[in-house]
Structures are given as C-alpha cells and as structure tokens.
C-alpha cells in the first residue's frame, strides 16, 4: 500500500479514513510570524513617533521629529500605530489576516502616492514631506501585503471544507 506525505504548503486539512488531522505546512507558519513581527515593529514606531512629536514639541512647530531616521509626525505616528493595532488584531482569525493583507496593501500605496505627490508639489513646510525612509518603509508594507496576501489566502478553500464538515445536515426549514 502506498503511503501520501503531506505536502510542504498543506493546508492542515484532517484525513477522511482516519479523522487525524494532518500537520500544517511551514510557510502559512511563517507568515503569521513575519505578520507578528510587523505589528510589533509598527506599534513601536507609532509609540516611539507619537511620544517625540506629539504634544508641545509639535505645536511648537508643525516640523516632523526624526525618530530612528524616520520623519514621524502624529498623523504619520497615527497611521503607523493603527496598522500594527490591526495587524495585532488580525493575528486571531485567518479571514483577518487576509483582509489586512489586501487593506494594507491598497491603503500604504494611497500613502505612497499622496505623499510623493505632496513632497513633489505641496509647499516645503508641510508635515506630510516624509523622508526616503519613510518612503522606504510604506514599501516594504505594500510588498509585505502583496506577499502575505496568496501565502495567507491559499488556506481558505482547505478552511471552508472543513468548516462544511463540522456542520451537521439540517433539514431546510420551511415558513410555516
């Protein structure tokens, strides 16, 4: 009799003769964490900008604050904190991942776009000047949501199955 090994990308779903699940593959893993890492890396950022600009040194003058080689004022720091909020909240469902995935995706090329445009033809004093670092940043957030997006979403068809198993057949329900 032959035996299947499961494939490196399994999707983790349980075997029909069996019912022993069979153990999920590592990139879907890996991903979570480098989706972990993330959030932690943002909220620190949004943390960091938001204490060093925020509040007296920043009605002193509307001037970003380099923060670790960043220009983060508090809408930036805002947005930054947010998005690793997200990601953090995102961590407990899969469908959450995805969604942020394609959310972070869309919305850091709006700020990519927007903020080149104002450094290239909005006046010299505006807080929304970001550095290349910045700009550096927001597009390795456009990559990593491009990235994570099909690693994220290939567990899908494998969750609905299962979740189409666990549910027992009921019969329709007529009005009455």
């Not at 890492?37 to 003058?61: F, I, N, R, W």
């Not at 990519?112 to 940043?137: N, S």
């Amino acid at each position: 009799m032959r035996t299947v090994r499961p494939r490196l990308d399994d999707p983790g779903e349980t075997s029909a003769s069996t019912g022993q699940g069979r153990r999920p593959g590592w990139v879907p893993a890996a991903a979570v964490w480098v989706l972990a890492c993330e959030a932690m890396v943002l909220v620190a950022l949004g943390v960091a900008g938001l204490t060093s600009s925020g509040g007296p040194a920043y009605l002193a003058g509307p001037t970003p604050m380099e923060v670790l080689g960043f220009r983060l004022n508090p809408v930036h720091s805002a947005l930054l904190l947010l998005t690793g909020l997200l990601a953090c909240a995102a961590l407990w469902r899969p469908v959450w991942r995805r969604r942020f995935a394609a959310g972070q995706t869309v919305a850091y090329l709006l700020v990519v776009v927007v903020t080149l445009l104002v450094g290239l033809y909005g006046p010299p004093d505006t807080p929304w000047r970001l550095g290349p670092t910045d700009h550096v940043l927001h597009a390795v957030l456009i990559v990593l949501g491009v990235a994570l997006f099909p690693v994220l979403a290939a567990r899908a068809p494998a969750e609905r199955r299962a979740a189409r198993r666990a549910q027992p057949d009921t019969p329709p329900v007529t009005p009455g």
